[in-house]
């Protein structure tokens, strides 16, 4: 009956206590931190030049196709089909392009990895960080799809993560 009374008592006790719960906004964090900053704009420079080394391979082709369209009447069956032939291995090269630099498991997002993670990892630690000195039961993301219906800014924590980034 004691231990009973016991376990009672102490889940009571627990439920009862206060939890303190703080949140951060990852995408305000991500827009400060100059790291994050520096690592997005060298990913978006790489896809521009690959958008652009794709734009030029389109470009020959479709002036491929327009050059076969305009004499493909004069052409001899043996070059018409070397046309066809080059215009198919053009297309694949495009494709296959796509695919290698933007594909689910292209350069894209390798390079995204390589170069977000570590900005990453450390807005996790200078969070986890400020969550213990602050003595946080639990932090949440509100840039998330989570559903909150209220938030008391009080216990908005994305400054004080974002100067602990900035003094490291």
């Known amino acids: 009956m004691k231990f009973v009374l016991f376990l009672f008592l102490f889940f009571s006790s627990f439920l009862y206590s206060q939890q303190k719960i703080g949140y951060v906004d990852s995408r305000v964090i991500m827009e400060n ?83 977000m993670k570590p900005v990453q990892d450390r807005i996790f630690k200078a969070i986890q960080d400020v969550a213990r000195e602050g003595n946080y039961d639990f932090v949440i993301d509100r840039s998330t799809q989570l559903l909150l219906l209220y938030m008391n800014d009080k216990y908005d924590l994305t400054q004080k993560v974002i100067k602990k980034l900035e003094s490291q």
Do not use: P
């Open 33 to 115: 931190f100059q790291d994050a900053r520096d690592a997005q704009t060298n990913l978006d420079n790489l896809v521009t030049k690959w958008k652009g080394e794709l734009q030029m391979m389109n470009d020959s082709l479709i002036n491929l196709k327009e050059d076969f369209e305009r004499k493909k009447l004069i052409l001899t069956e043996n070059i018409r089909k070397q046309k066809e032939d080059e215009i198919k291995s053009l297309e694949k090269r495009i494709a296959d392009f796509r695919q290698e630099k933007f594909g689910e498991n292209g350069e894209y997002f390798r390079k995204q990895n390589e170069l």
